[in-house]
C-alpha cells in the first residue's frame, strides 16, 4: 500500500512538473507583440479583414496584433514563411482557401503542407467575387462580355490579385464554363489589379466584392456579374453568373486563422477563445458585414474539417477547368 502510495504521488508530481511551466507559459502569453501575415498587400479585402482581426485580437490578448503583408506567388510566399516559424504564437497568418485547398489543387511542389504544416485556429468569414470591367469596354452583360471575348480572343485580358488565387480560380472556371476567351494577368494584390483595370492595362478583372464595390459605387469600374450563388448584399443590382444562364454556378472565397505546426496546447486554446469571443461580437459583425464580408465563425477543428471536405473538389474542378501552375 506505501509503495502504491509512493509510486502515485511521484506520478502526481511528474505530472505538475510537466504541465507546470505550460500552464505558466499559457497565462504569460503573450508577452510582446504578435505578428499577423497577410497574404496580399495592402488595400485588398484580406489587408482590410486583417486589420480588423488584429485591432480586436490585440485588444482581447493584451498586446498589439502588428500586421505584415507578405504577397507573392497567390499566398504562398506567406504561407512558406509562416509556416517555416517559431511555433510560440507570435506569428499567425491569416490564410485563405487560396492558400488551404486551391494552392494544392493546382500546384505541384508546393513548401507546405495545407494540414500538416499549420495549427488551425478557426473560420472568420467567407465573401464574394465579381467579374468587372473597365468603363471603355464594350457591353455591360456578362452574355455580351462573352460575345466579345469570343470574336476577338487575343485583344482582351482579365486580372487577378495573384496566380493561384480565389479570383484567378474564378475567372479559370468561368472561362470554361462560358467559353469567354481573355488571358490572365495576375497582380499581388487586389489594389494593383484595380488599378490596372482603370488604367486601362487589362479590359477585366475578377476581384472581391469588398475591394470592388467603392470602385463600383464612384463610378470608377462596372461590374458585370456575381460569381457566387445569390445576389450581393452591397450591390443587389448586380445578377449573378448563374442566374445569367450558368445554373449552378458559384465560386467564392473564405479566410482563416492558422499558425505553425506544433503550437502548444495551452497558447492554442488561448488563440481560438479570443478569435471565438471576437467573431461573437455583433459590433465586430456588423463591420465585416459593412464591408462585404459575411461572418462564418468555425472552430479550428471546423477548419481543418472544411480543408479536409474541400481539398478533392477543389482538385476535382481544377482538372475539369484545366487550371494548373507549374
Given at each position: 500500500?506505501?509503495?502504491?502510495?509512493?509510486?502515485?504521488?511521484?506520478?502526481?508530481?511528474?505530472?505538475?512538473?510537466?504541465?507546470?511551466?505550460?500552464?505558466?507559459?499559457?497565462?504569460?502569453?503573450?508577452?510582446?507583440?504578435?505578428?499577423?501575415?497577410?497574404?496580399?498587400?495592402?488595400?485588398?479585402?484580406?489587408?482590410?479583414?486583417?486589420?480588423?482581426?488584429?485591432?480586436?485580437?490585440?485588444?482581447?490578448?493584451?498586446?498589439?496584433?502588428?500586421?505584415?503583408?507578405?504577397?507573392?506567388?497567390?499566398?504562398?510566399?506567406?504561407?512558406?514563411?509562416?509556416?517555416?516559424?517559431?511555433?510560440?504564437?507570435?506569428?499567425?497568418?491569416?490564410?485563405?482557401?487560396?492558400?488551404?485547398?486551391?494552392?494544392?489543387?493546382?500546384?505541384?511542389?508546393?513548401?507546405?503542407?495545407?494540414?500538416?504544416?499549420?495549427?488551425?485556429?478557426?473560420?472568420?468569414?467567407?465573401?464574394?467575387?465579381?467579374?468587372?470591367?473597365?468603363?471603355?469596354?464594350?457591353?455591360?452583360?456578362?452574355?455580351?462580355?462573352?460575345?466579345?471575348?469570343?470574336?476577338?480572343?487575343?485583344?482582351?485580358?482579365?486580372?487577378?490579385?495573384?496566380?493561384?488565387?480565389?479570383?484567378?480560380?474564378?475567372?479559370?472556371?468561368?472561362?470554361?464554363?462560358?467559353?469567354?476567351?481573355?488571358?490572365?494577368?495576375?497582380?499581388?494584390?487586389?489594389?494593383?489589379?484595380?488599378?490596372?483595370?482603370?488604367?486601362?492595362?487589362?479590359?477585366?478583372?475578377?476581384?472581391?466584392?469588398?475591394?470592388?464595390?467603392?470602385?463600383?459605387?464612384?463610378?470608377?469600374?462596372?461590374?458585370?456579374?456575381?460569381?457566387?450563388?445569390?445576389?450581393?448584399?452591397?450591390?443587389?443590382?448586380?445578377?449573378?453568373?448563374?442566374?445569367?444562364?450558368?445554373?449552378?454556378?458559384?465560386?467564392?472565397?473564405w479566410f482563416a486563422f492558422v499558425?505553425?505546426?506544433?503550437?502548444?496546447?495551452?497558447?492554442?486554446?488561448?488563440?481560438?477563445?479570443?478569435?471565438?469571443d471576437t467573431m461573437a461580437s455583433?459590433?465586430?459583425?456588423?463591420?465585416?458585414?459593412?464591408?462585404?464580408?459575411?461572418?462564418?465563425?468555425?472552430?479550428?477543428?471546423?477548419?481543418?474539417?472544411?480543408?479536409?471536405?474541400?481539398?478533392?473538389?477543389?482538385?476535382?474542378?481544377?482538372?475539369?477547368?484545366?487550371?494548373?501552375?507549374?
Amino acid at each position: 500500500m506505501l509503495r502504491s502510495r509512493f509510486l502515485a504521488s511521484t506520478l502526481l508530481l511528474g505530472a505538475l512538473a510537466l504541465t507546470g511551466p505550460a500552464a505558466a507559459w499559457a497565462q504569460a502569453y503573450p508577452d510582446r507583440p504578435v505578428k499577423l501575415v497577410i497574404p496580399f498587400a495592402p488595400g485588398g479585402a484580406t489587408d482590410i479583414l486583417g486589420r480588423l482581426l488584429a485591432t480586436a485580437l490585440g485588444e482581447r490578448l493584451g498586446q498589439p496584433m502588428v500586421v505584415e503583408n507578405k504577397p507573392g506567388a497567390g499566398t504562398v510566399v506567406a504561407a512558406s514563411m509562416v509556416a517555416k516559424a517559431p511555433a510560440d504564437g507570435y506569428t499567425l497568418l491569416l490564410g485563405a482557401n487560396t492558400t488551404l485547398t486551391l494552392n494544392p489543387a493546382i500546384r505541384n511542389n508546393l513548401p507546405y503542407d495545407p494540414l500538416r504544416s499549420f495549427t488551425p485556429l478557426g473560420l472568420v468569414a467567407d465573401m464574394g467575387l465579381l467579374l468587372v470591367a473597365h468603363n471603355d469596354t464594350p457591353g455591360s452583360t456578362l452574355k455580351e462580355a462573352i460575345a466579345l471575348t469570343k470574336a476577338a480572343p487575343d485583344k482582351y485580358s482579365y486580372g487577378s490579385y495573384g496566380t493561384g488565387s480565389s479570383v484567378h480560380f474564378g475567372g479559370e472556371v468561368l472561362k470554361s464554363t462560358t467559353g469567354m476567351r481573355m488571358m490572365h494577368v495576375p497582380f499581388n494584390g487586389s489594389s494593383p489589379n484595380l488599378t490596372a483595370l482603370m488604367g486601362g492595362q487589362v479590359q477585366y478583372a475578377v476581384d472581391t466584392v469588398v475591394a470592388s464595390t467603392p470602385l463600383i459605387q464612384a463610378g470608377k469600374i462596372k461590374a458585370i456579374a456575381a460569381l457566387s450563388p445569390q445576389r450581393l448584399a452591397l450591390l443587389p443590382q448586380v445578377p449573378t453568373v448563374a442566374e445569367s444562364g450558368y445554373p449552378g454556378f458559384d465560386m467564392g472565397s473564405w479566410f482563416a486563422f492558422v499558425a505553425p505546426a506544433g503550437l502548444p496546447e495551452p497558447v492554442r486554446k488561448k488563440l481560438e477563445k479570443a478569435l471565438q469571443d471576437t467573431m461573437a461580437s455583433a459590433e465586430f459583425r456588423k463591420k465585416l458585414e459593412g464591408i462585404g464580408l459575411t461572418p462564418t465563425w468555425g472552430s479550428g477543428e471546423a477548419l481543418r474539417a472544411r480543408v479536409e471536405r474541400e481539398l478533392p473538389l477543389m482538385r476535382a474542378v481544377a482538372a475539369r477547368a484545366d487550371i494548373r501552375v507549374d
